[in-house]
Structures are given as structure tokens and as C-alpha cells.
């Protein structure tokens, strides 16, 4: 599927930003096994994903793409899988919402990428998902470095749901976040 981006990080390494691809199978679940094992600001904290569940996640979500009803960008530093971003509509009478997230692996963090590819996946869902008009997120409250990057890309609190998640042995809250599309 298409590239949507090719450029350099900072630090000078091959930075390529496309849709995902059946063959992206081992890298992904690589890539989502260990996120959890980090225990990062996403739902797995640990938990192992089997190589079958994460081949039918990728086999839905590439046909969701098809059918417009989600938007993926997989993000390659040098070749490897470095970060994921989607906005994956809702269904019946909220199926003008799009639900957004964002992972980057470790090493691809604080460079500018995780912007980068928010933008990009943002302007792609305006151009596929005809009909989206609300993008909404839900965040850690104590994940301050993706608050910063979701207010500075004009994300606004809607509300709190008080001690919604549970991580690292601490109830926090989730802030709920929109954007309207013009
Ligand atoms: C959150 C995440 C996607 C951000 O991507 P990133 O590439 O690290 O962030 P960027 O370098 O593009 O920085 C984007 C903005 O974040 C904020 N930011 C970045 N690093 C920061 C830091 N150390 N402290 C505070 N704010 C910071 C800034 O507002 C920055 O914008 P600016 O550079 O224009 O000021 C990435 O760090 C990540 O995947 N983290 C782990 C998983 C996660 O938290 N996912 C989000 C779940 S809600």
C-alpha cells in the first residue's frame, strides 16, 4: 500500500510512513510484544500476544482500510517498525467519530516523529474517511508528554473519567480529548 511519507530523523536515519501490509505480520507482533513487556502509557502491560491474534488484527484492520473505515500508518526507522498510528471510526450513530491512538518504540521517541506522524495520519483520515467529523482520544493523565503533543495539535479536554486505568499498581485518570474537523 501507499507510502505517505520518506525523509531523515534528526539523527540522519531513513524514515519511511505508510500503510501496512500483509507482510508486516512478524514486525508488528514484534513490535506490540514488546511495547507491553515495557509496560509503556498503552492497554498491554505484560500481557504476551499470540502470533494468531495479532495476524487477525492485521488482516481486519488492512480490510478496514479497504473499506474506509480506519486509517493505519506504520512507521519504518531504517527499516525497522518504529511506531503505529490509526483513527478507526465508530459504528451506527456515532460512525462520524474516530477514535485515535499512537505507539512509538522506545528508541523512536522525543524526535519529532510521534508529531509527525500524528499530523500525517490526521490529514490522511480527513482525505479517506469521508464522513469523519469528530477525533476523539482518551490519555493517561500522567502521560504528559502525549497530553503536550495532543494540545499542541489542537486537542482539547472534554472531560476526566476518574481513576479510569489502572497501571503500575496506581489508579489515574483518563482524560478524554476531542477535535472537530472543519
Ligand atoms: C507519546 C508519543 C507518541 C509522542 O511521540 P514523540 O515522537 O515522542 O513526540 P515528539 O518528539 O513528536 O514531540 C511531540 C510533542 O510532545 C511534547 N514532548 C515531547 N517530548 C517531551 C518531553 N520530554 N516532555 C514534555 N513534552 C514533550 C512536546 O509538546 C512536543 O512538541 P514540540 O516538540 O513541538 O514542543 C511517544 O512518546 C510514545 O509513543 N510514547 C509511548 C506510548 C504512548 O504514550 N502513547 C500515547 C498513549 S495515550
Known amino acids: 500500500m501507499k507510502v505517505i511519507h520518506r525523509g531523515?530523523?534528526?539523527?540522519?536515519?531513513?524514515?519511511?510512513i505508510r500503510y501496512p501490509q500483509p507482510k508486516d505480520?512478524?514486525?508488528?507482533?514484534?513490535?506490540?510484544?514488546?511495547?507491553?513487556?515495557?509496560?509503556?502509557?498503552?492497554?498491554?502491560?505484560?500481557?504476551?500476544?499470540?502470533?494468531?491474534?495479532?495476524a487477525d488484527w492485521l488482516d481486519k484492520n488492512i480490510k478496514n482500510i479497504r473499506q474506509k473505515k480506519c486509517v493505519f500508518l506504520f512507521v519504518f526507522i531504517d527499516g525497522k517498525l518504529s511506531g503505529i498510528s490509526d483513527i478507526t471510526l465508530k459504528e451506527r450513530v456515532s460512525k462520524h467519530i474516530g477514535s485515535f491512538g499512537i505507539t512509538?518504540?522506545?528508541?523512536?521517541?522525543?524526535q519529532g516523529v510521534g508529531k509527525l506522524l500524528m499530523k500525517l495520519v490526521i490529514s490522511e483520515s480527513k482525505k479517506r474517511l469521508p464522513g469523519l467529523k469528530i477525533i476523539i482520544l482518551g490519555c493517561f493523565a500522567n502521560n504528559e508528554v502525549a497530553l503536550n503533543?495532543?494540545?499542541?495539535?489542537?486537542?482539547?479536554?472534554?472531560?476526566?473519567?476518574?481513576?479510569?486505568?489502572?497501571?503500575?499498581?496506581?489508579?489515574?485518570?483518563?482524560?478524554l480529548m476531542h477535535q472537530t474537523i472543519e
Open 149 to 175: 503533543l495532543y494540545k499542541s495539535l489542537g486537542f482539547t479536554e472534554y472531560g476526566r473519567l476518574p481513576k479510569a486505568l489502572f497501571r503500575k499498581n496506581t489508579y489515574v485518570d483518563e482524560v
Open 8 to 16: 531523515k530523523t534528526k539523527t540522519g536515519k531513513d524514515l519511511i
Open 25 to 54: 505480520l512478524l514486525s508488528v507482533w514484534r513490535y506490540f510484544n514488546q511495547l507491553s513487556a515495557e509496560k509503556t502509557f498503552i492497554t498491554f502491560q505484560g500481557e504476551k500476544i499470540s502470533k494468531k491474534t495479532e
Open 104 to 110: 512509538l518504540s522506545p528508541e523512536a521517541r522525543g
